[in-house]
């Protein structure tokens, strides 16, 4: 069971460069999350799914897209990266979104370096 | 919105020690859940112990365990016996009862809890 699976761990992009995140889960969970972390700050929801084909703005979704065409897999995309989005980012993902009991599972982060 | 706050951006501890590690938040929900997550250097973020706030009782995982006030919204972890892979970071989380819409969950900014042999 490979739990949340994040790739790539390391990338390091010039500014203006695009790039995808990818993020996959054998759980069959119908919740899936990208959160990044900064020094300092926490962790701070960027994009949600609560199900294949439907997606919703976290609390700092500018400048990421995702979309959702199968429950397994949650892609986040940086169109046009900035150094501002240097950061650590973490997709996480957990069964019904309707009940808070149940409890995320994390990936490992990606660690992201915007020059 | 929920905040949630961790008012000791660092802890040290020796080993075998206690160490009590501070979470306040804010919210107008009755219902909900709190979390204490570990943040080792593998960057990992691992789930401690959860809170639901319907019930009194504080919960207890080993050697990790909560004291949950609810009316003072405080929710500390209290690490007895404290060994050295308990270094790491530690992020105190809240999540509504029904999962939240744009909130998912709402961390704090983490404390650091370095293990002194």
């Known amino acids: 069971n490979a739990g949340v699976t994040q790739t790539p761990k390391f990338q390091v992009l010039k500014t203006g460069q695009s790039m995808t995140l990818q993020c996959a889960q054998d759980?069959?969970?119908?919740?899936m999350s990208w959160y990044r972390q900064d020094p300092g700050m926490g962790l701070r929801l960027i994009h949600y799914?609560?199900?294949?084909?439907?997606?919703d703005q976290g609390e700092v979704p500018n400048g990421y897209n995702v979309s959702r065409s199968t429950t397994e897999d949650f892609p986040l995309r940086l169109l046009s990266a900035a150094p501002s989005q240097t950061s650590v980012y973490f997709c996480?993902?957990?069964?019904?979104?309707?009940?808070?009991?149940?409890?995320?599972?994390f990936g490992a982060g990606s660690r992201l370096t915007v020059l | 919105a929920q905040t949630v706050t961790q008012s000791q951006p660092e802890m040290s501890v020796q080993e075998a020690e206690t160490v009590t590690l501070s979470c306040t938040y804010d919210t107008s929900e009755s219902d909900y859940y709190l979390f204490w997550y570990k943040q080792p250097p593998s960057r990992q973020m691992i789930l401690v112990i959860r809170?639901?706030?319907?019930?009194?009782q504080n919960a207890t995982e080993n050697r990790f365990s909560v004291n949950f006030q609810k009316a003072a919204k405080s929710f500390s972890l209290k690490i007895s016996d404290s060994q050295l892979g308990d270094a790491a970071m530690y992020f105190c989380a809240y999540r509504m009862y029904s999962g939240g819409g744009a909130d998912g969950l709402t961390f704090g900014k983490g404390t650091h809890l370095i293990i002194q042999p």
């Open positions: 809170q639901e706030a319907y019930k009194q």
């Open positions: 759980m069959n969970h119908e919740y």
């Open positions: 799914s609560v199900g294949a084909g439907i997606t």
């Open positions: 996480a993902s957990s069964y019904s979104f309707t009940n808070g009991a149940n409890v995320l599972t």
